[in-house]
C-alpha cells in the first residue's frame, strides 16, 4: 500500500508564505512526477506545479514567480514552498505522485489534501 501524506496548510494573510511538504511511503519500487494540485469547491481540480524525477519543473501561469516546487528523491518527499500568497490561492491543496509499486504495477496516487486559506 502507498500514502502520501501532506503537512503545512493553514491560515495566512495575503502576501504572506506557507510551505507545504507531502511525504510518500509504503511498498514504492520508483516515482516519476511529483506534483502539487489545488481544489476550491465547486470548480475542478488544477495543476499548481509538478516536478520529474530529473528535476524539471512545470508550474500554472497563475503562480508563476511565486511558487517552488522541489523534492527529494531520498526521502520521497516533494514541497512547495508559496510566496506572496494572494486571496485566490485559497483551495485544498493535493500531493500527487506517479510511481511505480512494482517494475509492472504503476499508478497515480494522491494525499488527502490540505487547506490553505488566504485572508485579508
Known amino acids: 500500500q502507498v500514502q502520501l501524506v501532506e503537512s503545512g496548510g493553514g491560515l495566512v494573510q495575503a502576501g504572506g508564505s506557507l510551505r507545504l511538504s507531502c511525504a510518500a511511503s509504503g511498498r514504492i519500487f520508483s516515482i516519476n512526477a511529483m506534483g502539487w494540485y489545488r481544489q476550491v469547491l465547486g470548480k475542478q481540480r488544477e495543476l499548481v506545479a509538478s516536478?520529474?524525477?530529473?528535476?524539471?519543473?512545470n508550474y500554472a501561469d497563475s503562480v508563476k514567480g511565486r511558487f517552488t516546487i522541489s523534492r527529494d528523491n531520498a526521502k520521497n518527499m516533494v514541497y512547495l514552498q508559496m510566496n506572496s500568497l494572494k486571496l485566490e490561492d485559497t483551495a485544498v491543496y493535493y500531493c500527487?505522485?506517479?510511481?511505480?509499486?512494482?517494475?509492472?504495477?504503476?499508478?497515480?496516487?494522491w494525499g488527502q489534501g490540505t487547506q490553505v486559506t488566504v485572508s485579508s
Open positions: 516536478i520529474t524525477n530529473g528535476g524539471s519543473t
Open positions: 500527487n505522485a506517479q510511481l511505480r509499486r512494482s517494475y509492472f504495477d504503476s499508478g497515480d496516487y
